[in-house]
């Protein structure tokens, strides 16, 4: 089991920047990449961001790239999003989340069936 929990969500003008933080607990030892996700109300999750463990490969939505990073810090188990240059948009609710234990994205990485465990989310506003 893994156990993921967002922080760093809140309301900023637009053009701003927020750092958003996962914290990952439990089997965490072979879980090879990490993503993070969005949903607005009524919509399908969409993919942000992942990133691989190990070698730190990155992956992006088109939507957010140039303005959004993704990045950790492994001896802290933490998954961070800096998101830049934000827009109202991007208001919506942010997710962590974690695949199957010695599983391995390519293509799918931004896709939720590659993902099994979510955080709770954290809310990010950016009033328009």
């Known amino acids: 089991q893994v156990q993921l929990v967002e922080s760093g969500g809140g309301s900023v003008q637009a053009g701003g920047s927020l750092r958003l933080s996962c914290a990952t607990s439990g089997d965490t030892a072979n879980i090879h990449y990490m993503g993070w996700f969005r949903q607005a109300p009524g919509k399908e999750r969409e993919g942000v961001a992942a990133?691989?463990?190990?070698?730190?490969?990155?992956y992006y939505a088109d939507s957010v790239k140039g303005r959004f990073t993704i990045s950790q810090d492994n001896a802290k188990n933490t998954v961070y999003l800096q998101m830049n240059s934000l827009k109202p948009e991007d208001t919506t609710i942010y997710y962590c989340a974690a695949p199957l234990a010695n599983t391995r994205c390519t293509a799918s990485c931004l896709y939720e069936r590659a993902y099994i465990y979510w955080g709770q989310g954290t809310l990010v506003t950016v009033p328009s």
């Open positions: 990133i691989y463990r190990r070698g730190g490969d990155t």
